[in-house]
Every structure is written in structure tokens, then in C-alpha cells.
């Protein structure tokens, strides 16, 4: 009886053991399926991007978008009328780079700026000041872009570069994403560079901004994704042709009147590669910089 309850003991935890076992494996396979399933979403049309820059724009327009791969029509025509055709696509597609990288680089200096002072200063209605932050980020654009538009054309900056980059110079999200991710450092790092005699300019140079490299990697990401797509504002801002962004430069391939789906589809296909570029550059600092704004220490 004594070895029957000995073996009866021992079996016990081995079956809840496989049991909890079984249930992981059972968890991860589920998981796995789930993330296999939203790959497949997100490549997909990107899958049709790729293989619809390769067909006529005329079998486009006769039979739509679809997935087959029919080589006897798949040429690279539409390449060739990219790059010695007679349109403005690389016109927009430089000033998109342009207005991209300067608003991009002013965003991530100013909102770290303002993410450093609130997170490792003290002053008056800092609390306030921040709890306003976090609800411009829950304000619509939309709402916004009323009051916006009418002050930019009191200041004379319609259909101008400055005009687009003066409204997103500061973001509140990044803002925020770099004040949590400052809360993590202690202040005595900032006191040492104190007592080296490090100025305060100094001491945000010199000593937070090599701490910051992972997190300006994934707001830089982040805001030259928002940047190079943005749409909206750049539409309301800009009137001549010659200053269109890519966003805008591809809508207008669509009129009433006749569509360019040669130069859309391709052009669309080209318009992916600065923004992977990107991505690729700064991946290993990505994961990083989005999860140390939330553990301490």
C-alpha cells in the first residue's frame, strides 16, 4: 500500500504536468496560426502591388486587381515609362523626401527636447501642462485642421514648405513616448554630469541623446511613416504642381477624365522602398526603443 501511494503521488504532478504542457503547445500553435493569418493579410496586397506593376495599366482597368501571375502579359514596360517617361513622379517623389527628412529630424529634436524637461525637471504646472499633452493626443486632426489652415494663411505660408513642416513640428504621442522613456533613467546620471561641471545643454547632448539612440530609432520610424504618407494637410496647404508631395502627386494619376494606372501602380510599388530603407536601418534598435519606455530601472 505504502509503494502504491508513493507511485500514485508521483504520477499526480506528471499528469498535470503534461496536461499544462499540452495546453502551451495547443496556446502556441493558436498564436502561431493567428500571426500566420494577419501576415498573410498584410503581405497580400502588397503581393498585388508588386505583381500589378508588371501588367498593363489597360488589363488593370479591364480586369481589375487580382493575384495570377500570367507571364505572357507581365513585361516591365511600366519601369521603363517610370524613368524616361515624361511626368513629374520624381519631382514628387523628392519633395516628399525632403519634406520628410526635415520634419522628421525637427519632430524628434524638439519633442525630445520637451520629453527630457518633462521628465527630469521640476516647475510650475507640470503636471498640467503634461495632462494637456495627453489630450491634444486624444483631439482628432480633423478638428484641428480648421483653426490650422486659417492660421497658416494669416501667416502668408500657403503653398509653401514651410507651411506643412510648421503645424508637425512637435508631436504629442512622441512627446510622450520619450518622457516614459526618460522616466527610466535616473536622475543621478544627471546629477553626476552636474558635478563634472556638464551644462544643462550639455548634459541633454552629450549624455541623454546617446541614452536616447533606441527610442529616436522607433519615433523615427513611426513619424517618417506618418510624414511620407501624409496625405490631408499637404493637399490643403500646397497649390502648384511643381511642390506636390508623392501622396498627392499619385492621386491626381486618378481623374474623371482618364486614370494612369501605368505610372500609379509602379509609382505606388516605389513609394514602399524609403520607408522600408528606414525600418531596415533602425530594426535592431526598434523593439528596444518601444519597450523601454515601459520598464523601470
Known amino acids: 500500500m505504502a509503494n502504491l501511494n508513493v507511485s500514485t503521488?508521483?504520477?499526480?504532478?506528471?499528469?498535470?504536468?503534461?496536461?499544462?504542457?499540452?495546453?502551451?503547445?495547443?496556446?502556441?500553435v493558436l498564436v502561431f496560426a493567428l500571426f500566420l493569418i494577419l501576415s498573410c493579410i498584410i503581405i497580400i496586397p502588397f503581393y498585388i502591388l508588386v505583381i500589378s506593376s508588371f501588367k498593363p495599366g489597360n488589363d488593370l482597368i479591364r480586369y481589375g486587381i487580382n493575384l495570377k501571375i500570367e507571364l505572357e502579359k507581365m513585361s516591365l514596360d511600366n519601369f521603363i515609362f517610370l524613368f524616361t517617361g515624361d511626368h513629374q513622379y520624381f519631382t514628387w517623389f523628392f519633395n516628399s523626401l525632403f519634406l520628410t527628412a526635415v520634419s522628421v529630424i525637427i519632430t524628434l529634436f524638439v519633442c525630445a527636447a520637451v520629453g527630457y524637461g518633462f521628465s527630469m525637471y521640476?516647475?510650475?504646472?507640470?503636471?498640467?501642462?503634461f495632462i494637456c499633452v495627453l489630450f491634444v493626443m486624444m483631439v482628432p486632426f480633423e478638428i484641428l485642421m480648421v483653426p490650422?489652415?486659417?492660421?497658416?494663411?494669416?501667416?502668408?505660408?500657403?503653398?509653401?514648405?514651410?507651411?506643412i513642416i510648421l503645424p508637425g513640428i512637435t508631436s504629442a504621442s512622441t512627446i510622450f513616448f520619450f518622457r516614459q522613456y526618460l522616466t527610466g533613467i535616473p536622475r543621478d546620471l544627471i546629477n553626476a554630469g552636474r558635478i563634472d561641471g556638464a551644462s544643462e545643454y550639455g548634459i541633454f547632448f552629450r549624455i541623454?541623446?546617446?541614452?536616447m539612440k533606441p527610442a529616436f530609432a522607433a519615433m523615427a520610424i513611426l513619424n517618417t511613416m506618418g510624414a511620407w504618407?501624409?496625405?490631408?494637410?499637404?493637399?490643403?496647404v500646397l497649390k502648384s504642381d511643381t511642390k506636390f508631395t508623392l501622396p498627392i502627386g499619385l492621386n491626381t494619376l486618378l481623374t474623371p477624365y482618364g486614370n494612369n494606372y501605368d505610372l500609379l501602380i509602379v509609382g505606388s510599388f516605389f513609394s514602399v522602398i524609403p520607408v522600408l530603407i528606414i525600418f531596415l536601418c533602425f530594426q535592431k534598435y526598434f523593439i528596444d526603443g518601444m519597450t523601454a519606455g515601459a520598464v523601470k530601472g
Open 9 to 28: 503521488n508521483i504520477e499526480k504532478p506528471l499528469k498535470k504536468k503534461a496536461i499544462r504542457n499540452k495546453k502551451r503547445l495547443v496556446l502556441q
Open 122 to 129: 521640476d516647475f510650475k504646472f507640470k503636471n498640467f501642462l
Open 148 to 163: 490650422m489652415y486659417s492660421q497658416i494663411i494669416d501667416m502668408g505660408l500657403i503653398d509653401t514648405y514651410t507651411g
Open 208 to 211: 541623454i541623446i546617446p541614452i
Open 229 to 236: 504618407n501624409n496625405l490631408l494637410w499637404p493637399l490643403l
